[in-house]
């Protein structure tokens, strides 16, 4: 049973986009619209607003500026 709740609202939003374009006429350059929307301006402020809403206690803002600081030098190693 929680499963299928987890992946409802997924199933609901699909539905949600097919009735908007196919019932309702919105064309493709709403949904492009929506999408960089979505993209460029939701997620990044969902994103953020997690992460200051996550209590992080000091030994693991330690690990998690090592962790950083690793994938930073990796990355600059590499290219």
């Not at 374009?21 to 969902?46: D, K, Q, S, W």
């Not at 994103?47 to 990796?74: D, E, H, K, W």
């Amino acid at each position: 049973m929680s499963v299928a709740l987890l992946v409802l609202p997924d199933f609901l939003l699909v539905a949600l986009g097919w009735v908007l374009r196919h019932r309702l006429g919105f064309t493709r350059e709403f949904f492009a619209g929506c999408e960089r929307l979505v993209y460029f301006v939701l997620i990044p402020a969902l994103l953020f607003q997690s992460i200051l809403r996550t209590p992080i206690s000091a030994g693991n803002a330690v690990l998690l500026l090592q962790a950083a600081f690793a994938v930073i030098a990796a990355g600059v190693a590499l290219s």
